[in-house]
């Protein structure tokens, strides 16, 4: 592992569709003494070529984006770099939620409800390599009903739970209509239901997915 430069500051990336949230966070990252922010995107098709871009120390991501799911958008920043180091900072971390962030690459995960002292030390401790993940995180992951959905999975289940249709998935995640279907059949058989209702119903009931 490479060891932190501590004579330069952290450079972050903010993604997030909420700018006020946004506004917020970089005011709060660059009144720290080794922090500073040098991009931010509000979808995860802009963080992926912002990434490219700018080449940050730690990136800080919601996972409920448009255009580019925070899922999707993990595994892409990890494609490019897999030193990509990513910290999940969300609304949501019921269910499977936080383990398939981790599941997708990222090394921290902190709620948007902590106290902004767990955001600064979590891009410290992501900054350096490690897993930032606070005990309220941790109780939430230990008690969540395994559903072995894998990233995609999950993105394709969100994208079903908003009512599209298997072409209009296809478009959004840029895949071919059959391979949707293919992830929709896996994953009636994974949470063992019949229909898309259904597997939305038992989404939703294990957290796995929120309806907004």
Same mark, same amino acid.
Do not use: W
């Given at each position: 592992?490479?060891?932190?430069?501590?004579?330069?500051?952290?450079?972050?990336?903010?993604?997030?569709? @909420?700018?006020?949230?946004?506004?917020?966070?970089?005011?709060?990252?660059?009144?720290?003494?080794?922090?500073?922010?040098?991009?931010?995107?509000?979808?995860?098709?802009? =963080?992926?070529?912002? $990434?490219?871009?700018?080449?940050?120390?730690?990136?800080?991501?919601?996972?409920?984006?448009?255009?580019?799911?925070?899922?999707?958008?993990?595994? &892409?920043?990890?494609?490019?770099?897999?030193?990509?180091?990513? *910290?999940?900072?969300?609304?949501?971390?019921?269910?499977?939620?936080?383990?398939?962030? $981790?599941?997708?690459?990222? *090394?921290? $995960?902190?709620?948007?409800?902590?106290?902004?002292?767990?955001?600064?030390?979590?891009?410290?401790?992501? @900054?350096?390599?490690?897993?930032? $993940?606070?005990?309220?995180?941790?109780?939430?992951?230990?008690?969540?009903?395994?559903? @072995?959905?894998?990233?995609?999975?999950?993105?394709?289940?969100?994208?079903?739970?908003?009512?599209? &249709?298997?072409?209009?998935?296809?478009?959004?995640?840029?895949?071919?209509?059959?391979?949707?279907? *293919?992830?929709?059949?896996?994953?009636?058989?994974?949470?063992?239901?019949?229909?898309?209702?259904? =597997?939305?119903?038992?989404?939703?009931?294990?957290?796995?997915?929120?309806?907004?």
């Amino acid at each position: 592992m490479q060891t932190p430069n501590k004579d330069k500051k952290i450079r972050i990336m903010l993604v997030d569709d @909420h700018i006020v949230m946004r506004m917020g966070l970089s005011t709060a990252a660059n009144s720290e003494p080794d922090m500073e922010v040098v991009a931010e995107a509000d979808n995860g098709e802009d =963080a992926v070529t912002a $990434f490219q871009a700018h080449l940050p120390d730690v990136v800080v991501l919601d996972l409920r984006m448009p255009k580019k799911g925070g899922l999707e958008t993990i595994q &892409s920043l990890r494609q490019i770099s897999s030193a990509a180091r990513i *910290l999940v900072f969300s609304n949501y971390a019921s269910g499977d939620e936080v383990y398939l962030a $981790f599941k997708a690459g990222a *090394l921290g $995960f902190v709620v948007k409800d902590m106290s902004l002292d767990h955001l600064l030390e979590a891009i410290r401790k992501v @900054h350096e390599g490690s897993l930032y $993940f606070p005990p309220e995180v941790s109780m939430r992951m230990n008690g969540r009903v395994v559903s @072995h959905l894998s990233p995609r999975e999950a993105e394709v289940l969100s994208c079903v739970a908003k009512g599209l &249709s298997n072409k209009e998935i296809g478009a959004r995640l840029n895949v071919v209509e059959g391979t949707i279907k *293919l992830h929709v059949n896996s994953i009636l058989a994974k949470l063992g239901v019949s229909d898309r209702t259904q =597997a939305i119903l038992a989404a939703v009931k294990r957290g796995i997915i929120q309806i907004e």
